[in-house]
């Protein structure tokens, strides 16, 4: 499975962002995505992650509330709408999919060693 980001750039504080993930190659399973982020000199961590259904939703405690994660799976991709950005949101954000059973389309995962593919990321810039 290929992720490829895209909807990144430089935002005023404020503002908003719509980024998009559009995966290919073997969509054919199901996958539980995610959108993490990483700042200079910080460790990846989560922002949001959504199941193969769409039913269960996770928000990261320090976005919740200013984020919403949406996936379209027949065009194979996810989103993650971004309101009310914050300088400290500047980071480089990975799209990742992590697989599931059908049986847990409904499942979800917060952990980045539950995702097996990442993308290249995207740079989210928010100036003050």
């Known amino acids: 499975v290929q992720l490829v980001e895209s909807g990144g750039g430089l935002v005023q504080a404020g503002g908003s962002l719509r980024l998009s993930c559009a995966a290919s190659g073997r969509t054919g399973s199901w996958y539980a995505m995610g959108w993490f982020r990483q700042a200079p000199g910080k460790e990846r961590e989560v922002v949001a992650a959504?199941?193969?259904?769409?039913?269960?939703?996770y928000y990261s405690d320090l976005v919740n509330g200013r984020c919403t994660i949406s996936r379209d799976n027949a065009k194979n991709t996810v989103y993650l709408q971004m309101n009310s950005l914050k300088p400290d949101d500047t980071a480089v954000y990975y799209c990742a999919a992590g697989p599931v059973q059908y049986s847990r389309i409904n499942y979800l995962y917060t952990a980045s060693r539950d995702y097996d593919y990442w993308g290249q990321g995207t740079q989210v810039t928010v100036s003050s």
């Open positions: 959504i199941s193969w259904s769409g039913v269960r939703t």
